[in-house]
């Protein structure tokens, strides 16, 4: 049998390459894992001239994520502004993510007053290692998008709403949701999600994903080999 730093090692080669967040739709203007903590963009400028371009449906559309913490907070943003400096909106209740791997909210809705008008959808998160940022160049168009394949949630992960002071400080005063009433699932029309609850107990008693107690047992191992 291989020595067990031996197994180890590319376990944890495969933890540490998944420290922060992917986005999966719509297309990212780009990733930069060293500089994914610099705002609004991850240490990236938009730039439509160069940038892959999405159609993003104001009635509803999908942002999927891979993501690489046991825990984070996350919210959706969007804005007018092409070069991402300010006048954020809220897009979606702010949610927490428990467990590691793809989440995806399948009906995010936008403002109807920014159709036919080019922006950012910024995502951010806030992760055990501090805020982290992504941006897509979108195209805001009417009606509701189509359920998109990468749109999956991975059963070992659960989501809740919940509330970040640092994560609201990033939108303006008036902020619009797609839904006011935290009452409701936030992956109700997505595969795989599993819901927590809506009240305060609920969504602070995550349950422990394998992947988070194997990461665990896998660096205590590293350290006695």
């Known amino acids: 049998m291989a020595p067990l730093s031996r197994l180890l090692f590319p376990a944890l080669l495969v933890t540490g390459a ?4 992917n986005v999966k739709y719509p297309e ?12 609004p963009c991850g240490g990236l400028d938009p730039d439509f001239s160069t940038n892959t371009v999405s159609d993003f ?22 804005t ?20 590691y791997n793809m989440f995806c909210e399948p009906e995010v809705t936008v403002p109807e007053e920014f159709v036919g008008k080019k922006g950012i959808i910024g995502i951010v998160s806030n992760a055990p290692d501090g805020l982290l940022y992504a941006c897509a160049a979108v195209s ?10 990468v749109c999956t949630n991975s059963t070992d992960v659960t989501i809740s709403f919940t509330g970040d002071d640092s994560l609201s400080a990033m939108v303006g005063e008036g902020t619009t949701t797609s839904d006011d009433d935290d009452t409701a699932d936030p992956t109700s029309t997505a595969s795989g999600s599993e819901e927590t ?4 107990s609920s969504a602070r008693s995550l ?10 047992v896998l660096m205590g191992a590293a350290f006695v080999v």
Do not use: K, M, Y
């Open 140 to 149: 805001f168009v009417e009606g509701a998008g189509e359920s998109q394949d």
């Open 18 to 21: 998944n420290a922060h967040f």
């Open 28 to 39: 990212p203007i780009g990733f930069e894992d060293d500089s994914q903590g610099a705002g």
């Open 57 to 78: 449906h104001v009635g509803g559309d999908s942002i999927a994520l891979l993501n690489g913490h046991a825990q984070v907070t996350w919210i959706f943003r969007a």
């Open 197 to 200: 609850g809506t009240d305060d």
């Open 207 to 216: 349950r422990p994903t394998i992947f988070g107690v194997l990461s665990a």
């Open 80 to 99: 007018l502004d092409q070069t991402a400096s300010g006048n954020w909106t809220q897009i979606f209740p702010i949610v927490q993510q428990s467990g």
